[in-house]
Each structure stands twice: as C-alpha cells, then as structure tokens.
C-alpha cells in the first residue's frame, strides 16, 4: 500500500486548497478512503470518509459544510476540497485507506506519510 498526499500550504483564514492523494499497491475503487488531520500537540482526527457509492460521504461536524471529499477511481486519487479554512483547520492531514478508528494514537501502513496545512494571516 502507498499513499502520496500533496496540496497542503499556508493559506490565510477563509481561504481554499485542495489535497490530493494518489494511492497504489490495493483495488482503490473497493476500499473506503478516509483523510484524518493531526494539530499541533494534539491527537489524530477524523475528517471525512468516502466509499464506492454514490452520496457515500461522511464528514465531522467541525468540517462540514466546508470541505468535500471526491475520488477519482480511474486516476486512483482521492481529493479534499477545503472552503473557507479556518485557524483551527491547521495540522498535517493524511490519507488512509479504509475507515478511521476513534482513539487512534499512531500511523499504520494503511496511513500516508501526510501534508502540511497552515491556516495563519
């Protein structure tokens, strides 16, 4: 399994960037893809999960209505468009493949390597 995440930058509150991930090494279109997000100091977060259907997508209460999660079966990628960011938005955001488990304190190899994402004026 690899997942290469890339788009994270600094960006000023209310601003817009969008993440990718390109994943290889498993059959993409049958897994659920998730992007979590680590703050500064603090522990891994859930943020949205899709699945294979359509209108599968779930996301926390802190990012919805904010962010939408896509994927692109044919290019093996799943994306992270995120509106109106926030201060509180900043941290490494990762890629992972499957679901995301509350409590989660460590990367697995299910997990990318991550991408920065600062949210400062």
């Known amino acids: 399994v690899q997942l290469v995440e890339s788009g994270g930058d600094l960006v000023q509150p209310g601003g817009s960037l969008r993440l990718s991930c390109k994943a290889s090494?498993?059959?993409?279109?049958?897994?659920?893809k998730t992007w979590a997000r680590q703050a500064p100091g603090k522990g891994f977060e859930w943020v949205a999960s899709?699945?294979?259907?359509?209108?599968?997508?779930v996301y926390a209460a802190s990012v919805r209505g904010r962010f939408t999660i896509s994927r692109d079966n044919a290019e093996n990628t799943v994306y992270l468009q995120m509106n109106n960011l926030k201060s509180e938005d900043t941290g490494v955001y990762f890629c992972?493949?499957?679901?995301?488990?509350?409590?989660?304190?460590?990367?697995?190899?299910?997990w990318g390597q991550g991408t920065q994402v600062t949210v400062s004026s």
């Open positions: 090494g498993f059959p993409f279109s049958t897994f659920v």
């Open positions: 899709i699945g294979g259907g359509i209108g599968s997508e």
């Open positions: 992972v493949k499957g679901g995301f488990r509350v409590g989660t304190t460590s990367r697995t190899s299910d």
